[in-house]
């Protein structure tokens, strides 16, 4: 039995809520300032501090959302939120350095309904996907506490010291395969929600991977395995201009393997895996990189085997 079918097989440990007093947490917010943040996809007006609380500014749209500059894997999470009125928001876990937050990590919803019916948009939700247990946000001009455990596969969320979510997310197909590290943020709708009381405490990293480009130094690990395309690093970024296909020195089995990819409009290209180290001539499998809608093979097609999807890009 792999791992993978291991987790998926556990029943769900007993919940226990972690004892707010505990030790080793380290603060998120002073108080005064937004360090430690960074304002993402918004103007520097979009998040402001006021009264000993991060405020959404109510100008500040859709996509905008405040990031830690740093990434976490496990940890515990915790904060105070304020909910007066009609307010929509999210914490989001683990979100990438490009890319679009609830696709590629994943979004506790904040919401003032108090539903009845637990919906996958319902305040406490894995946002857009999984309903909360139940829904208990205080609305009536009240601070609210939210505690978050992420130690993969098991999230827990408690909401007013009320567990919420309990989940093994290896469990759930839309999520096994999401980010297993990544930012904190809090997300701008335009609703003026408030935060305080920002603090968190890392736990045990599980994942472990192999750097194959971050600096120009890595660059050494490939080798031009076809065509006369111009490679060129520079800093984290390994450019290419031209046709031909680069290929790792080292060989590998069974693998995850994740990147950012930014090219010109329309461009074609692709990830060869599988490959005999000869690029298009050799054996090899590619998953196809083509944003155009109607392709033949649009991006993330199994190219000849399979048609993708095609995501927005």
Avoid at 13 to 22: C, E, G, K, R, V
Avoid at 233 to 245: E, F, R, T, Y
Wanted: proline share 6%.
């Amino acid at each position: 039995m792999n791992r993978r079918d291991f987790i998926t097989g556990m029943t769900l440990l007993p919940t226990i809520l972690p004892d707010p007093a505990d030790e080793g947490f380290t603060s998120l917010f002073d108080g005064s300032t937004l360090n430690g943040w960074t304002i993402q996809e918004g103007p520097e007006s979009a998040f402001y501090v006021k009264d000993k609380a991060i405020v959404v500014h109510e100008g500040s749209n859709f996509p905008t959302w405040l990031r830690s500059d740093k990434r976490y894997e496990n940890f515990d999470f915790q904060c105070e939120f304020f909910v007066e009125g009609w307010i929509n928001s999210g914490i989001y876990l683990h979100a990438p350095e490009h890319g679009r937050n609830t696709w590629i990590g994943m979004k506790i919803n904040l919401f003032h309904q108090q539903d009845k019916t637990m919906r996958p948009e319902s305040m406490g939700s894995v946002f857009p996907l999984i309903p909360p247990l139940r829904v208990n946000v205080r609305n009536q001009a009240e601070w609210n506490t939210l505690r978050v455990l992420m130690d993969w596969p098991f999230l827990r969320v408690w909401v007013n010291e009320e567990l919420i979510q309990d989940l093994n997310v290896e469990t759930v197909p839309e999520l096994r395969y999401r980010l297993r590290q990544g930012y904190l943020g809090l997300e701008s709708l335009s609703y003026p929600i408030r935060y305080r009381n920002l603090r968190i405490k890392e736990l045990q990293p599980k994942e472990h991977w192999e750097p194959l480009y971050e600096t120009e130094e890595d660059f050494q690990k490939w080798f031009v395995s076809e065509g006369n395309a111009k490679w060129e690093p520079v800093g984290g970024i390994l450019w290419a201009d031209g046709v031909g296909h680069l290929a790792t020195r080292r060989r590998f089995q069974d693998f995850e393997l994740h990147l950012y990819i930014r090219h010109s409009k329309h461009h074609n290209g692709g990830i060869l895996f599988r490959t005999a180290g000869q690029g298009l001539s050799g054996t090899h499998y590619e998953i196809q990189l083509h944003d155009v809608e109607g392709a033949h093979y649009p991006t993330g097609s199994l190219y000849y085997f399979k048609r993708a999807v095609y995501p927005r890009i």
